[in-house]
C-alpha cells in the first residue's frame, strides 16, 4: 500500500522525481502498538551505546596527546559539554522529524536537492564505515592479555575476527539470543566501570601493590599546545560519548516520542558524564604518566595490576574483553539494520537480497554487509593503527554530518518549512556551539601535526580525513550512477514513494518506472 500525490512535473523530463509536494517527515502514527519503547528503555538504549571501550580503551592516547593528567580530565570535560550540545541538537531533529532514522532524514530535510544526492552519500557513509571493527579489534587485545597470550599481528586479528563472526552469527541467526546477551553484557559493563571506580578510590588511600604516583601534585605538568593534538583528543573522547543519539534512530518505536527524547538524552548523559570523569581519576590515581602512556589500551587493566596485583590484572582484562563483546553486539545490531532499511528503501543494489530479513527472521544479508566490511579493515590495517584509523575514520564524517544538521537548525530558525517548529535561543547556543565544534573537527586533521604528535605509526597523517572524504566522494558518484547514469541507460525513471512496509512502519521506497 502505498500513498501518490502529484508532484509538479519538471519540463526536463527529471531521470528522478517524488510522489508527492511533500514526503512526509513528521510523526508516524500509523501503527502505535510498536511504540514499546519507554523512557527506561529509551535511557538505556543510550546508555548502553555509549558505555562501549572508549573509557577503558582510550584514556592513554588521550593523555599522551594532552601531554598532562589536567588536560587530560579537562578534555573529557569538554568532551562532556560537546555531547550535551549535541544531544540537544537531536533533541531539536528529534522533536521536528520524530521518526526512525536518525542523520538521515534529518540530511533528506535540510537539503532537497538535488534529488536523492543527500540520500547516496548517506548510505556509503552507513554502508562504508566499519563501526564494529575497532571493538573487535579491542576485545582480541584483552582477551588475549587475560589470556597471557602475546598479542602478534596475525593473533590479533584472529581474534577480532572471531569476535565480530560471533556477533554476526548470533543476530542474524538466533535474535533473541543475541538481544538477551546483549542485555546482560550492558548491565555487566556498568558494573565493570563502577568497580574500576571503587578501586580508584581504593587507590587514593593509599592500598597499593606499588607507590603512589602522586599525579595530582602538578596536574597540568608537560601540557602540549597544539591544536593537531587537541583535535586527536577530542576524536578519542568523543569516540567515548558515541551514542547519545542512539534513540534517536528508533523514534517510531518510542512511547511518547517528543516528550522521551527531551528527557532520556539529558539523563544518560548526565549519568555516563559522572561515571567517566570518576573512571579517570581512579586511572591516575593507580597508575604514573608513563606507565599510562606506555600501557597502549591496556590502561584499566594496569590500574587493577598496580592496585590488586597481577592476578587481578588478567581478571580486568576479561571483563573489558566482555564489554567490547557488548559493544560489538550493539554495533552491529544497528548498523545491520540500517543496511537493511537501506536495502529495502530501494537505495542499494541488489536491493531485496539486502532488505531481506529470511531466513531466521533477523536481517542476516544486513549485517553480514557490515560483517565484511569490518574484515577488510581488520585484516587490511597494520593492527598498530587500525583502532585508531577506525575511530578517526568514523569521527571524520560524522563532524561533517554533524555540523551540518547543527548550521542546519539555525538556517531553518530563518527559513523555515512550514512544518518546522520554533527553536529556543538554548537550542540555536547548542547548535551553533556543536556545529563550530565539528567544523574544528574536520578542518584540523587536514594541517599537518607537530613532531611527535601524529596520530598514526606507519600511516600519513592525513589518512582518515581522505577516507572521509572519499566515502562522501563515494556516495557522489553512486548517485551519479544510481539516479542518472543507469536509469537513462536501461530507460527508466526513479520515483520515490512513501510506503506502508509490512512491519508497519512508514518508509520512502525507490521504485524503477517505465514509461508507457
Not at 576485545?139 to 584472529?158: C, H, K, M, Q, S
Request: charge should be positive; charged fraction near 15%.
Amino acid at each position: 500500500m502505498a500513498t501518490t500525490i502529484d508532484y509538479e512535473e519538471d519540463k526536463k523530463k527529471p531521470l528522478v522525481e517524488e510522489t508527492g509536494s511533500e514526503i512526509s517527515f513528521g510523526d508516524d502514527d500509523s501503527l502505535p502498538e510498536r511504540r514499546q519503547i519507554g523512557l527506561p528503555s529509551a535511557v538505556f538504549i543510550i546508555f548502553n551505546r555509549i558505555i562501549g571501550t572508549g573509557v577503558f580503551a582510550t584514556p592513554s592516547s588521550i593523555l599522551g596527546l594532552s601531554g598532562s593528567v589536567g588536560l587530560s580530565l579537562f578534555m573529557w570535560v569538554i568532551g562532556a559539554i560537546i555531547a550535551a550540545a549535541g544531544m540537544q541538537v537531536y533533541i531539536v531533529w528529534g522533536t521536528a522529524v520524530p521518526k526512525n532514522g536518525g542523520e538521515k532524514n534529518y540530511l533528506e530535510y535540510l537539503f532537497r536537492k538535488p534529488k536523492f544526492l543527500i540520500t547516496s552519500v548517506f548510505a556509503a557513509n552507513g554502508v562504508l564505515l566499519a563501526w564494529a571493527a575497532g571493538n573487535s579489534l579491542v576485545f582480541g587485545e584483552y582477551i588475549l592479555r587475560a589470556a597471557n597470550v602475546d598479542p602478534g599481528r596475525w593473533t590479533l586479528r584472529l581474534v577480532g575476527f572471531a569476535c565480530i563472526t560471533f556477533a554476526f552469527l548470533l543476530h542474524g541467526t538466533a535474535l533473541k539470543w543475541g538481544l538477551r546477551l546483549q542485555n546482560v553484557l550492558g548491565v555487566f559493563k556498568i558494573l565493570v566501570l563502577v568497580f574500576v571506580i571503587i578501586t580508584g578510590f581504593v587507590a587514593l588511600g593509599g592500598h597499593m601493590k606499588v607507590p603512589k604516583p602522586n599525579n595530582f601534585s602538578n596536574a597540568f605538568e608537560g601540557t602540549t599546545a597544539s591544536a593537531s593534538s587537541f583535535c586527536l583528543s577530542l576524536y578519542n573522547v568523543i569516540w567515548s560519548y558515541i551514542g547519545f543519539s542512539n534513540v534517536n534512530y528508533a523514534l517510531s518505536e518510542v512511547k511518547d516520542p517528543k516528550r522521551t527524547v527531551r528527557i532520556a538524552g539529558p539523563l544518560a548523559i548526565a549519568v555516563v558524564t559522572v561515571l567517566y570523569m570518576l573512571a579517570n581519576i581512579a586511572y591516575f590515581a593507580g597508575a604514573t604518566k608513563e606507565e599510562i602512556t606506555g600501557s597502549g589500551r591496556l590502561v584499566a587493566a594496569l590500574l587493577f595490576r598496580n592496585v590488586y596485583g597481577p592476578r587481578a590484572e588478567r581478571a580486568l582484562s576479561t571483563f573489558v574483553a566482555l564489554s567490547a563483546l557488548g559493544n560489538v553486539l550493539s554495533v552491529i545490531f544497528s548498523q545491520g539494520r540500517v543496511n537493511q532499511e537501506l536495502g529495502r528503501e530501494g537505495i542499494l543494489p541488489f536491493s531485496k537480497f539486502w532488505g531481506s530479513n529470511r531466513p531466521f527472521n533477523a536481517p542476516l544479508t544486513g549485517l553480514g554487509l557490515h560483517w565484511v566490511i569490518c574484515l577488510i579493515v581488520i585484516f587490511a590495517l597494520p593492527p598498530g593503527d587500525a583502532y585508531n584509523f577506525v575511530l578517526n575514520v568514523i569521527s571524520y564524517p560524522l563532524s561533517v554530518i554533524n555540523a551540518a544538521i547543527s548550521f542546519g537548525i539555525i538556517y531553518l530558525a530563518f527559513r523555515p518549512y512550514p512544518d518546522w517548529p520554533t527553536v529556543n535561543l538554548f537550542g540555536l547556543i547548542a547548535a551553533a556551539f556543536f556545529g563550530a565544534v565539528n567544523v574544528f573537527l574536520f578542518v584540523v586533521p587536514l594541517t599537518t601535526p607537530p613532531e611527535g604528535a601524529e596520530p598514526y605509526v606507519d600511516l600519513p597523517y592525513w589518512t582518515h580525513a581522505v577516507a572521509g572524504w572519499a566515502v562522501f566522494g563515494l556516495g557522489f558518484l553512486y548517485w551519479v550512477l544510481w539516479a542518472h547514469v543507469l536509469p537513462r541507460i536501461a530507460g527508466y525513471k526513479l520515483r520515490r514513494i512513501e510506503e506502508i512496509g509490512k512491519d508497519g512502519l512508514r518508509r520512502h521506497v525507490f521504485k524503477r518506472i517505465k514509461p508507457e
